[in-house]
C-alpha cells in the first residue's frame, strides 16, 4: 500500500474530519492521490443524514469493486457508525469500519490491515484526546476548527445524536490555541464548527460560546471569523452582542427553522415556536444590520399538511432568508419520527419542495439584486468555478462573488473591495474597486474597506 485518496460526502464537519483523517493517514506513510481510480486505499468518509447518500455510498462500494479492485476500502464517518460491522459484509474489498468518534485510530486500522486483519472502530469516548496539530487542510486561507462534537438535542427527525454521540465541548483554551495557531500559519479566515454550536460550554470553565467567540475575534491578524451551525434555542443575548461588537464576525448566520408551524416544530421536538423564531430574527437584525441569514427546512414531516406548509411558506417570505437549504423529509434508521403513522406521500413532498425552492430562489434573487452597485469585502478562495480568468471569493455575508483577475495583482487570501455589477439567486458578480491589500485585519490601523453585505 502506498497511496490513498479520500472521498467524502455530506456537511462541513465531515470535509473537517476528511482533513483530520487526511494528517492521521500521512502519518502511516501513505501519499494522499486526488484521483481514487489509482489509490491503494480508499476512504469513503459517509453521510447518514439523508437517504440517498447512504445508497449512493453502499453502491460507490461496489462501483469501486469493479473499477479498482485492488484497492482496500474503509468506511468512514456516520454511515459506519450506524451500520458498523455489517459494512464488512457489503464488499471483501471493504479494510475496515470507522465512526467519527474514531477517526484518529485510523491509522491503527492501516495498520491491521497490512497485517491480514480487518477492523471496526465505532463509538465514542469523551475522554479521548482531540489532536489538531496533525490536521491537513484543504485552504490555505479559510481553517475549519471543531468547537463541540456531537448534539444532544435529539430532534425526532435526525440521526446526528446517534451517529455523532451527545456534545462534547472542547475546552476553550485548546481551541483558542488551535486559531493562534491558523493565523500564525496565515489562514485569514477561520470557520468555528459544531452541530449546536452556541450550545458550546467550555469543560474546565464553563465559559459560554459569546465568551469563546468574543475572544477569538480579538486575535490579532484573524480577517474575519464565522460560525456553524446555530440552534435558535441557545442563541443568547450576550451572543448578539458579541457579533455586533466585532466587525471581523462574518456578518452571516445559518439559523435553521425546519418548519413554520408551530404543530410540526413540537413533533420535530425543536423547542421553540414560530413566534420565537421571529423574534430572535428581528432581535439579531436589529443588533447586527445587514447580517446575511440562511436556514434549513424539512418538508413533508410526518403529518404536515397544506396549512403547515403555507406556514413554513409564509415564514420563508416575511423572513427573507439569504439561502435556503430545503429537503424533502426522510426517515433515518432509530429516529422517532420514522415510527409516526402519518408520513407524507414522495408526490406531495416533492410537490412542496419545488414551491418552496421558487419562494426561496425569487426572495434570494431579490436580496442579491439588492447589492448591484454596492461595494463588498471579499476574501479571495481560488479561481472561479466557471473561468479560471475570474476570482471567486467570499463576502462578509458568506456570499459566493466571482469578479474578473485581469488588471488586478491579487493572490488567494487577499481581502479585495468589490463593486458589485450582476447577480444571480445564488451568486454575485462585480469588479475590483481597488487594488489588492493584505489588509484589513483585527489589530490593524486601517478602517474597514466596506460596509457588510448591507441592504
Ligand atoms: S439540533 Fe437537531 S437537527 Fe441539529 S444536529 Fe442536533 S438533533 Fe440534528
Partial sequence: M??????????????????RLTGFMK??????????????????????????????????????????????????????????????????????????????????????????????????????????????RKSSTRGMVTVAEGCGEYCTFCVVP???????????????????LLVR???????????????????????DFAQLLDAIAREPGLARVRFITSHPRYFTD?????????SHVSRYLHLPFQAGSNRILERMHRRYTREQYVDLINRIREAVPGVNISTDVIVGFPGEDESDFERTLNLLESLR????????????????????????????????????????DRVSLELNEKLIGQHLQVIVDGDSRRSSSDWQGRSDGNRVVNFP??????????????RITRASAH????????????????????APLAAPDSM
Avoid at 191 to 206: D, F
Fill in 427 to 446: 451568486s454575485l458578480y462585480g469588479e475590483a474597486a481597488v487594488a489588492s491589500s493584505r489588509l484589513p485585519v483585527l489589530g490593524a490601523s486601517v
Fill in 27 to 136: 502519518l502511516t506513510g501513505l501519499d494522499a492521490v486526488e484521483d481514487s481510480s489509482g489509490a491503494d486505499v480508499i476512504l469513503l468518509n459517509t453521510c447518514s443524514v439523508r437517504e440517498r447518500p447512504v445508497h449512493k455510498i453502499l453502491s460507490r462500494i461496489g462501483d469501486l469493486a469493479r473499477t479498482n479492485p485492488s484497492a482496500v476500502i474503509g468506511v468512514c464517518g456516520c454511515v459506519a457508525q450506524q451500520e458498523g460491522e455489517s459494512l464488512l459484509r457489503r464488499g471483501s474489498n471493504v479494510g475496515f469500519v470507522l465512526g467519527p468518534g474514531q477517526v484518529q485510530r485510523v491509522g491503527e486500522a492501516i495498520r491491521a490491515l497490512q497485517q491480514g486483519r480487518r477492523t471496526v472502530f465505532t463509538g465514542f469516548d469523551p475522554e479521548q484526546e482531540y489532536c489538531f496539530h496533525t490536521i491537513f
Fill in 185 to 207: 500559519t496565515g489562514m485569514r479566515e477561520v470557520e468555528l464548527l459544531g452541530q449546536t454550536i452556541n450550545a458550546y460550554r467550555c469543560p474546565a470553565s464553563g465559559a
Fill in 2 to 19: 502506498k497511496t490513498f485518496a479520500i472521498e467524502t460526502w455530506g456537511c462541513q464537519m465531515n470535509h473537517h474530519d476528511s482533513e
Fill in 238 to 246: 450576550r451572543l448578539i452582542e458579541v457579533m455586533a461588537t466585532h
Fill in 321 to 360: 432568508f439569504g439561502q435556503v437549504f430545503a429537503f424533502a423529509f426522510s426517515a433515518r434508521p432509530g429516529t422517532p419520527a420514522t415510527r409516526y403513522r402519518d408520513q407524507v406521500s414522495e408526490e406531495v413532498k416533492s410537490q412542496r419542495l419545488q414551491r418552496l425552492f421558487a419562494v426561496a
Fill in 162 to 180: 446517534h451517529t455523532r454521540g451527545r456534545e462534547v465541548s472542547r475546552p476553550f483554551d485548546e481551541i483558542l490555541a488551535e486559531v493562534r
Fill in 405 to 418: 483577475k485581469q488588471g488586478l495583482t491579487a493572490r488567494v487570501g487577499d481581502v479585495i473591495q468589490v
